[in-house]
């Protein structure tokens, strides 16, 4: 099980760290300086701090972690991501989508809830 303190300010933490998207940036706009600079003052201890800024990196760069928590805040990341897309008529594209990209069981049962929740309402 992985700490929910990590993964809630990875996840808070990433646009401020990679660039945001909806604002059409994709370079970096703090880094990771800026990152353990926000951590620090919110009182985050140094071995957190450091866990945060590696699961950032891994994140921005594309590596994998073996850890639970880069795994959320990826799964976090892409559900972000997948729910901004516009779902084609075949639903089976949207699925692949998820199986591909969400790591985490939770994401992507979060994910077939909601595409089922589309179909049941007809925004499909």
């Known amino acids: ?7 809630l300010a990875a996840t808070l933490l990433l646009d401020v760290f990679t660039g945001s998207e909806a604002d059409g940036q994709s370079e970096v706009t703090g880094g990771p300086d800026r990152a353990h600079e926000i951590l ?6 140094a071995a957190a701090v450091a866990g945060i800024r590696e699961i950032l990196t891994c994140c921005r760069e594309g590596r994998d972690l073996d850890s639970i928590e880069f795994r959320l805040v990826r799964d ?9 897309q516009v779902i084609t008529s075949d639903p089976r594209e949207f ?5 591909s ?4 069981d939770a994401a992507q049962k979060w994910a077939g ?10 925004q499909e």
Do not use: C, E, F, I
């Not at 099980?1 to 993964?7: A, I, L, N, Q």
């Not at 699925?95 to 199986?99: E, T």
């Open 1 to 7: 099980r992985g700490d929910p303190r990590t993964v």
């Open 40 to 45: 620090q003052r919110l009182g985050v201890d």
């Open 76 to 84: 976090a990341h892409a559900l972000n991501q997948l729910a901004g």
């Open 95 to 99: 699925a692949n989508a998820v199986r």
């Open 101 to 104: 990209q969400l790591s985490t």
């Open 113 to 122: 809830k909601w595409l089922a929740s589309r179909a049941d309402s007809g």
